[in-house]
């Protein structure tokens, strides 16, 4: 049993400082800034054991191109006995269990079949069969970066299971994978970075938690959507996306394995996120860590009709979670399974890594950015409001300066004249959740984010004297947080 999900969730802080700090120490470099400079320090010392686990349904089109990134993954290619991959085909209908017999690889890969018991019941079957010390999940329409593994095994290595390693995915297709393969997946491109649907902000997630950093006690991220200011909610367990993320095999014993009440699509995953919190894990991003991921189409339907997101909102409000052992209940569920035959490791093969002004935005590195092209925001965001207002004397944040010197009317003109995509998006929705979105950001302490959604309002519908006091008491809190070494919107969160 676990106490009471949610209120461990309240009162965990993830600061992971300590553990920066003592990766650091074992010579490995930055534990999640600068990704590209980590994946150019090799692994060092003993390897850890991982076990790979794809859950598979009709995955006939991209399972063995997964399967052959894994192959040629650094890690694998070094220690080809540390990493086995594990296979479970959950009730496929196109021979997805079939098409794998006969490959080879340089590691282990077991092939297991068996009736649909949909994603939580093909991830128990896999954690069945796992026989390593460590585990990353990794979905069948997943093509993972060279480094990937490696990435992971470093950190597994220095943090053993104090934590829960979140890795992000490019989405991309079929065709235009092919002509990528020795690329670098753009980890920015994650909705965890760059939300799907943005206004404003927040667009940039991990720079306003500081790396999930200030993510912790259950503070959530209110985005935006094209018809509407509030979209959803997102928390730190939501991070956990299953596509990719590692943490040690015992967590997953001491929870029972995932909760086989989630069917059909979503949220077995945060609840693995929710669950590692309250265990007592930190819940850390590793941009390094990433993958394409093969874009499908989604089927919306299916998305809003799911009851998993009330069953995760129940299961973590419940007075205690029931630790049921769905792990060992998995092997009376095998229908059939084979072992790959092995071959000789491959050869790593990628092209140079190069920063670019997106790399250094998403990571919050605004004063690395460039100023031409699309970034007043990391003028505005470092401080450099001279300079943004010579350059983008129109764009939005323009704007934001004006308001923020107490030039309202300058402001208003700077609006008219310019502003773009966010003048005709705020022409088009209900501007009452503008004011609904600014208070909710106020009272998470996110004043930066509230004195924008403020000034939005003011920009569409006038500023009177209460929405002026509001504005004021915005600048006044984010005036007392400047601080020259940290970005605005890290600092205001």
Avoid at 197 to 214: R, V
Avoid at 242 to 250: E, P, R, S, T, V
Avoid at 311 to 339: G, P
Wanted: charged content about 25%.
């Amino acid at each position: 049993m676990i106490e009471n999900i949610l209120g461990k969730i309240i009162k965990h802080n993830n600061d992971y400082s300590k553990l920066e700090s003592k990766f650091f120490a074992n010579g490995y470099g930055q534990l999640v800034k600068t990704p590209y400079a980590s994946s150019s320090i090799p692994y060092k010392g003993k390897p850890v054991t991982i076990s790979i686990l794809i859950p598979c349904h009709n995955s006939i089109k991209t399972i063995k191109r997964c399967i052959q990134h894994i192959s040629v993954n650094s890690y694998v290619i070094k220690y080809p006995s540390a990493v086995e991959v594990i296979v479970v085909d959950d009730g496929s209908t196109d021979n997805t269990y079939e098409c794998l017999s006969g490959l080879s690889y340089p590691m282990k890969v077991l092939v297991v079949k068996q009736n649909q018991r949909y994603r939580s019941g093909a991830l128990n079957t896999a954690l069945y069969h796992a026989n390593n010390e460590f585990i990353l999940t990794c979905d069948s329409d997943m093509c993972l970066d060279v480094f990937c593994i490696e990435e992971a095994a470093k950190r597994l290595q220095v943090l053993g299971c104090k934590a829960l390693l979140v890795g992000f995915r490019e989405d991309i297709d079929l065709n235009s994978l092919l002509k990528k393969e020795t690329k670098t997946p753009r980890f920015w491109k994650d909705n965890r970075f760059c939300f799907d649907f943005s206004l404003i902000e927040p667009e940039n997630m991990f720079a306003l938690t500081d790396g999930y950093k200030k993510f912790g006690k259950n503070k959530k991220i209110y985005i935006n959507s094209k018809n509407g200011v509030n979209r959803d909610v997102w928390t730190l367990p939501r991070m956990a996306y299953g596509c990719l993320f590692a943490c040690d095999k015992n967590f997953f014993y001491q929870i029972g394995g995932y909760n086989e009440k989630f069917q059909g699509w979503g949220y077995e995953d945060t609840l693995i996120g929710a669950l590692a919190i309250a265990c007592g894990k930190y819940i850390i991003p590793v941009p390094s860590m990433c993958g394409f991921h093969i874009s499908h189409p989604v089927n919306m339907d299916i998305v809003r009709s799911t009851p998993n997101k009330q069953l995760y909102q129940n299961l973590i409000s419940a007075r205690e979670y029931d630790c049921f052992d769905y792990i060992q209940q998995s092997r009376f569920f095998v229908k059939d399974k084979y072992n790959l035959g092995q071959s000789k490791p491959g050869v790593l093969c990628v092209s140079i890594r190069r920063k670019s002004n997106d790399y250094n935005f998403y990571l919050g590195e605004y004063k690395q950015v460039r100023t031409g092209g699309n970034y007043p925001k990391s003028l505005f965001y470092s401080g450099e409001h001279d300079k943004l207002l010579e350059i983008f004397p129109n764009s939005i944040y323009s704007c934001f300066v004006n308001i923020i010197r107490e030039n309202i009317k300058g402001a208003i003109e700077c609006y008219k004249k310019g502003a773009g995509k966010e003048k005709i998006y705020l022409n088009s929705i209900d501007k009452e959740k503008l004011l609904y979105t600014a208070n909710l950001w106020y009272q998470q302490n996110s004043v930066l984010l509230a004195f924008m959604f403020f000034s939005l309002y003011g920009l569409t519908n006038g500023f009177d004297s209460k929405l002026k006091k509001q504005i004021k008491r915005c600048v006044k809190k984010i005036t007392e947080k400047v601080n020259n070494e940290v970005s605005w919107c890290t600092r205001t969160f």
